[in-house]
């Protein structure tokens, strides 16, 4: 990597993506990376770090919302400012988060822009699953204040518009490929080999030096139960695959199949 270089991570909510900032952050230490950051050296950033938020390293993070109004950083719900100079502000991170989904030139300015842009993408129903833990969580109840009644609620609303949110988000980066420099991360790939996954987002980011015998060692720190058991916070929950088979209806799992099948069995997630 040169000095200059910025990498972003996208990808929906409850995809893995504490854990894939994680992973990449680990591996920019590694590789001797100097750190930017705007947040960090922001006024907000001391008050900030007093706030309640879903996990320790929020307040530090630099997040970049691209909407059709432009850019904005923010920390959670709490602050928001909008960003009126992209290059100024890429100029002054080195790692980037955001949930936006593509939105064509808008996008295009921000990923061009990146040595690397990780897309991190989960299976819809575990991910949809994890969404409601969390949302009822104490932190979640507390401070999000779920419309809906209670879990059950929330998850036979969501699958009636969340397929198709996701279908839409996953297929357009997908698309990408190719096109901008964008490596698709699939967080059961993550769980089944975390060696092997750091080593691949390494030579992504151009890291090549690191060895696989070292990212078996950082993996070590980076497993999942390694990272709930250090964060403490509601935002990383159980993190299983596959839950939506006992705990989806039949009617719920249709919608899934309707809406985003295709994508679905192209990424490797079973029907049924």
Request: aromatic share 10%; hydrophobic share 40%; proline share 3%.
């Amino acid at each position: 990597m040169h000095d200059d270089d910025v990498i972003l991570q996208n990808g929906m909510a409850k995809s893995g993506n504490y854990w894939l900032y994680t992973c990449l952050q680990a591996l920019l230490a590694e590789g001797g990376i100097a750190m930017r950051s705007y947040i960090q050296n922001h006024a907000i950033h001391d008050e900030a770090k007093a706030w309640t938020l879903s996990f320790p390293e929020q307040a530090d993070i630099d997040v970049i919302d691209i909407t059709p109004d432009g850019y904005f950083t923010r920390i959670s719900s709490k602050f928001s400012e909008e960003i009126t100079d992209l290059d100024a502000h890429l100029g002054r991170v080195r790692h980037l988060w955001s949930h936006s989904p593509y939105r064509g030139p808008l996008s295009d300015a921000v990923y061009q822009r990146c040595r690397r842009v990780f897309y991190v993408v989960r299976d819809p129903r575990d991910a949809l699953l994890s969404q409601a833990d969390f949302m009822f969580s104490e932190y979640g109840r507390t401070h999000l204040k779920p419309a809906a009644a209670d879990r059950d609620s929330f998850i036979e609303e969501r699958t009636r518009s969340y397929p198709g949110h996701w279908a839409h988000h996953v297929g357009a980066h997908l698309e990408l490929q190719g096109r901008l420099p964008i490596t698709i991360v699939q967080y059961e790939d993550m769980k089944a080999d975390l060696p092997g996954q750091l080593k691949r987002l390494a030579s992504a980011m151009g890291l090549d030096g690191i060895s696989r015998a070292r990212t078996e060692t950082l993996a070590a720190s980076l497993g999942f139960n390694a990272m709930k058991a250090r964060s403490g916070s509601a935002h990383l929950n159980k993190g299983r695959s596959g839950r939506w088979r006992s705990e989806l209806t039949v009617d719920q799992q249709d919608r899934f199949a309707e809406a985003a099948g295709d994508l679905m069995a192209q990424l490797g997630y079973a029907a049924g």
